[in-house]
């Protein structure tokens, strides 16, 4: 079956460090692969995805992201934290013949100034 | 509007009662999907509508728990005789089609607490 592990519940960072997000997967075939972040009390914002092709992907809000076939993982990177950076981020796979996601448990983030 | 929207933002009802939870998509976008987002249990597919049929219904939690889509727009999640367990966020997504590459928008969620 399908799944998607984040293997860090919580992270704090300070302001202007680096952050990288972890997220692996478990999918047969080859996977589409999402991050979205969710500030409180709202819903879930696309930050970036992988479909094919180039495994470094850039996203919105200065984030990229890897994919890696041989760790079967899709590490969320950002060079620089901004303290609205802080919320939480899901990592997703896109399972199946159509749109089902299927995410992570999220990451919630803290900068810390 | 140009996002997906979701009303009621936060319901408070007493366990037993029932609620309807609606999703209006963005216009255009043909595939539906409803989530819950619980404490403990991260976010769990519920629903996916493609127009107004549902091919799959398989993270329906009980029989409690229905969903109806009408004109490929406007859905609406019905759940019965509440339970406190049923406390959550519901989220709701669209996107223009039902390929796994096409990406989903998602609501900004009904917040649902049962007494």
């Known amino acids: 079956a399908q799944s998607v592990t984040q293997p860090d519940i919580h992270i704090t960072v300070s302001e202007g460090a680096s952050l990288e997000l972890r997220c692996n997967y478990s999918?047969?075939?080859?996977?589409?692969l999402f991050w979205y972040v969710q500030s409180p009390g709202q819903g879930l914002q696309l930050l970036l995805k992988y479909f094919s092709g180039d495994t470094l992907v850039q996203g919105i809000k200065g984030f990229e992201a890897e994919f890696k076939r041989s760790q079967s993982s899709f590490n969320l990177r950002k060079p620089s934290v901004h303290w609205s950076d802080a919320a939480e981020y899901f990592c997703a796979v896109g399972a199946g013949g159509y749109n089902k996601l299927i995410f992570g448990a999220g990451t919630r983030l803290a900068v810390h100034p | 509007g140009a996002g997906v929207s979701q009303s009621p933002s936060n319901k408070v009802t007493e366990k037993g009662k029932d609620v309807e939870l609606r999703c209006d998509p963005i216009?255009?976008?043909?595939?539906l999907y409803w989530y819950r987002q619980s404490l403990g249990q991260g976010l769990e597919f519920l629903i996916y509508?493609?127009?107004?049929?549902?091919?799959?219904k398989s993270g329906l939690p009980s029989d409690r728990f229905s969903a109806e889509r009408t004109g490929g727009s406007v859905s609406t999640l019905t759940i019965q005789r509440t339970q406190q367990e049923d406390s959550a966020v519901y989220l709701c997504a669209s996107s223009v089609g039902q390929h796994s590459n096409q990406p989903q928008h998602f609501g900004d969620g009904t917040r649902l607490s049962i007494l």
């Open positions: 999918y047969g075939a080859t996977p589409y």
């Open positions: 509508f493609q127009g107004n049929s549902a091919p799959d």
């Open positions: 216009s255009g976008h043909t595939a």
